[in-house]
């Protein structure tokens, strides 16, 4: 399988790792599969990482589908970053700006064309809660377009997937690649706090709507009452869109909890859907989210090993796929799949090159 060793200032945007980048204590950076854009391989620079391993020869042809571009992306993460930052608590004034912030990022992916049948790939990251924040309100965007919701509780929304994760600048919690119940009783207690203090620092807000202040306090309750600040069972409707886009993004990027593949998160969402999240809410959401996303090796059950080329509309478990080799490891040549039209094979698990 074409795999080789690249000097990180050799990388290029699009290199697809081919191995884990890992720090020296072990804590997972990146993951086999990753796309490279600009702004990782800044990253990798930064965190003193030297060569990677990238795929090479089978992934000619990648056709990826992101929901915003990654220089949209990038552009509203560092205008977010340096908004929150400025922020001390009670002193709300600049925040005001993320309203116009939410708006543009709403307009954008609802301009977007064919919107409604694409399925979007969908990729596993490094902590940074305020990039989180963005793919919160895309991920809750694109479900309230799908279940017609109004461009008024999208706004509610927006504003608040921005805002809802403002209360960890105040606890003092390491919260990057740890699970709750791997947190001390007070370390736990302090995390809890964070929609609540988040919400107490804005409630009396008249920007802010009642929508999106619920959003903000409600965003880690559950279904079973699980969930925190409040425990509560039952919780605005707008709000229940954010729980599963919450969830399923920390999963990806490791915030309270270890880093996920995507598949392992859509599996997570899939088995908590009605004991911990809004089921209409879950199905829509796996509706648009592509379970192996373009550039993933993947095994069938022939045994073969494949690689994702792009995503089949409203089929996000049945990509289309150049194969890589055959199942004694034979390479395979100029041979692509449509799996959508071979009901015979089906993924039977994620393959790391090596």
């Not at 992306?73 to 939410?102: C, G, P, W």
């Not at 809660?129 to 017609?148: A, C, K, Q």
């Not at 403002?166 to 390491?174: A, D, N, Q, T």
């Amino acid at each position: 399988m074409g795999v080789r060793e690249c000097s990180v200032d050799k990388l290029k945007e699009n290199d697809v790792l081919a191995t884990d980048v890992e720090l020296s204590d072990y804590t997972l950076l990146l993951s086999a599969g990753t796309r490279l854009k600009r702004n990782l391989i800044e990253m990798l620079v930064s965190r003193g990482i030297t060569s990677v391993k990238i795929q090479e020869g089978e992934t000619a042809g990648l056709q990826e589908q992101a929901i915003l571009k990654i220089e949209v992306q990038q552009k509203f993460t560092n205008q977010i970053r340096d908004i929150i930052e400025k922020h001390t608590y009670s002193h709300n004034a600049e925040l005001k700006e993320l309203v116009d912030q939410a708006d543009e990022l709403i307009s954008g992916i609802m301009s977007e064309e064919d919107v409604m049948e694409r399925v979007y790939d969908i990729r596993e990251r490094t902590t940074d809660v305020y990039e989180h924040s963005v793919n919160v309100l895309s991920l809750s965007t694109l479900i309230g377009i799908r279940m017609g919701l109004t461009r008024e509780q999208m706004h509610d929304i927006g504003v608040g997937a921005l805002l809802h994760d403002l209360g960890l600048r105040y606890v003092g919690v390491e919260y990057q690649e740890r699970y709750l119940d791997d947190m001390t009783a007070l370390e736990k207690d302090e995390y809890k706090k964070h929609p609540l203090v988040a919400y107490q620092a804005l409630k009396d807000e008249t920007w802010l709507s009642e929508g999106s202040k619920q959003v903000i306090l409600r965003h880690h309750e559950r279904c079973d009452g699980s969930g925190f600040p409040s425990a509560a069972r039952e919780v605005p409707f707008e709000c229940s869109i954010v729980q599963v886009c919450d969830a399923f993004d920390e999963l990806l990027c490791g915030i309270c909890c270890r880093h996920e593949k995507i598949y392992e998160a859509i599996d997570y969402m899939k088995v908590n859907s009605v004991r911990k999240f809004d089921p209409r809410v879950v199905d829509v959401f796996l509706q648009f989210t592509a379970v192996y996303p373009v550039g993933t090796y993947v095994r069938l059950n022939t045994g073969e090993v494949a690689v994702v080329l792009h995503q089949n509309p409203g089929k996000p478990d049945r990509p289309i796929i150049r194969m890589v080799t055959d199942s004694s490891g034979k390479t395979i040549t100029d041979e692509v799949r449509d799996m959508s039209k071979i009901r015979t094979i089906y993924i039977d698990d994620v393959e790391i090159p090596v």
